[in-house]
């Protein structure tokens, strides 16, 4: 298990990554892959069961970035993790590359899925939590959602079914970052209370802050597969977190690619021993 | 026309060939959107239970919950009317089964006009279309149970994406004794030098009446089963047509972006060709009895000897004015 003080470290060297990733590629969405490390970090450090060497080892936990559009800090966390090498991250974007700006499973071993059409992931993660119970295998399954991704239709067929089938080997984590392309999501369409809507699906549901990265691991780490229910984790995030004008700029910052000078000064922001955000939990309003 | 007693519809032949294939093939699994009885994927639900998944109303659920299923290396087989599984779902049949390339097969009962008197709302037209147009999916459409029973087998063999369309009601039989389907194979249904049928599903056995019609006027009609729509047989197709020089297509479908539009694409870039394409001319069905809607939509034996009349007319004129 990481210590606080490295997982943070890593966290801020995964959002260097991800800002001059977007930068070099002028492509990405910065905002929603910012809020989103600490849970991925959390992930793939501490709480997903995987085989360095293998991939596709079969017992492997599934992971589903349902919120495609995170790639980047997908990409990133790969690389501290060892799984990836640096260089590609160059590639993001460009032609011929594997490092698509919505994963493809074809083009990268680590990506359990593709995705980046909103709303699916769930679906594809009650098939693999159904198959494991089908194929007598005890492999967990986590989906990484948006807050906004919520608005789907579709999540809630899956979490009904996932409900029904007594998924308990399914664990969806919603990044409630509270923002969205064109604005605030309690603005342009609100999805609250996320907890009440979750347990009135049948889910069991822990919140937790999504940018302090060992709350968050503890929150993915609470024992499950006995319950006969499938959980959720809501993890209150920041859009931009970790870059002061970007967490002040919200949902601009969904897909929007920092200038030079801009790179320039989150970096700077970054480079510092950095500020613990642990502590208050930020509710849904 | 109707249907000798022993054959069964298409959607009944596949039900009845899953179940008993289930029974010896662990992978198989099927998922059903509340339509079990009328997919006959009912037979499955009873035949294995423990591996019958019901979604409910959610089709768009059904197909992701299908992919997930196929990437732990199960078989699934999504089961709905073939406007819902194309339309309802399509982008999660784009997304999650086209571009993955997963092993899931799309399961359409009801295609086209002819759908159990629900009108417009359940009449697939435009199914094949959709299937046609998402890249890594093959498109199936049996002629009769004793095809898709075959079709049901290959599906299960061929590794990746398969949709499958099924006829509400019965159709006469067509195929010979001994005959064998495989995926990308068109079969000759009748042999013929003036012009050529190019067909699938119910309208096979439509269009070897309508060429049975032709010969009594001394016109010798070529008619091509193309039970494969993706990918098409541009061999068989090319060949028939170097013979005839005219082209009649025949669905039980829109005539934009299916069979009629394959085969279109096929003559237009290989071997142009007059080609006249039989099926729902851009515009929505409506209730009716089969033999009034085949009728009132210029499906039936009869539009089909008057489309084989204007190919040839087509083909003649044009080969008159090559000569001037």
Known sequence: MLDRTDAEAISRRVRRRILSTIHSAGAGHAGGSLSSVEILVALYFDVLRLDAANPKWPQRDRFILSKGHASSALYSVLVERGLMESDLLRSFGRIDSELQVHPDMHRLEWVEISTGSLGQGLSVGVGTALGARLTGSDFATYVLLGDGECQEGQVWEAAMAAAHYRLDSLVAIVDSNQAQLTGRTSDVMDICPLRDKWAAFGWDVVEADGNDVIAIRQALLVPRGSRGRPSVVIAHTTKGEGVSFMEAGGHTWHGRVPTAHELDLALAELADAGRSKGGEPRECN | ?324
């Not at chain 2, 060939?17 to 079990?36: G, P, Y």
């Not at chain 2, 194979?185 to 309208?203: I, L, Q, R, Y």
């Not at chain 2, 193309?226 to 829109?254: F, Y």
């Not at chain 2, 060709?273 to 851009?282: A, E, F, I, M, Y």
């Open chain 2, 1 to 324: 026309m109707s249907a000798t007693d022993d054959v069964v519809s298409t959607r009944e032949a596949f039900g009845k060939t899953l179940a008993s294939l289930a029974k010896e093939n662990a992978r198989i699994v099927a998922l059903d959107a509340d339509l079990a009885s009328s997919t006959r994927m009912s037979y499955f639900r009873d035949a294995v239970p423990e591996r019958f998944i019901q979604v409910g109303i959610a089709e768009q659920n059904m197909v992701g919950i299908a992919a997930g299923l196929a990437h732990t290396g199960l078989i699934p087989f999504c089961g709905s009317f073939a406007t819902f599984i194309s339309r309802r779902a399509c982008d999660q049949v784009a997304l999650l089964v086209g571009h993955t390339r997963l092993n899931v097969k799309l399961v359409g009962a009801y295609g086209g006009l002819v759908s159990g008197n629900n009108g417009a709302t359940h009449q697939a037209v435009e199914d094949i279309a959709i299937m046609r147009a998402i890249p890594n999916i093959v498109v199936l459409e049996p002629a009769d149970d004793i095809e898709m029973g075959m079709a049901v087998e290959a599906a299960i063999e061929y590794e990746g994406p398969v949709y499958l369309r099924c006829t509400r009601d019965p159709w006469p039989r067509v195929s010979p004794p001994g005959y064998r389907f495989r995926i990308g194979k068109a079969a000759c249904a009748a042999e013929g030098s003036d012009v050529t049928f190019v067909c699938s599903g119910m309208m096979v056995s439509q269009c070897i009446e309508a060429a049975e019609r032709l010969s009594c006027e001394g016109v010798s009609a070529e008619v091509i089963n193309c039970a494969t729509i993706k990918p098409l047989d541009a061999e068989m197709i090319l060949s028939s047509v170097r013979k005839t020089g005219a082209v009649v297509t025949a669905e039980n479908a829109s005539v934009i972006g299916g069979l009629g539009g394959a085969v279109a694409e096929l003559l237009g870039s290989e071997l142009p060709s007059p080609t006249v394409r039989v099926g729902l001319q851009d515009e929505y069905g409506e209730c009716g009895d089969n033999v009034s809607l085949l009728h009132k939509y210029g499906m039936d034996v009869e539009h089909l000897v008057e489309a084989a009349g204007k190919a040839m007319r087509l083909r003649d004129q044009r080969s008159g004015a090559k000569h001037r």
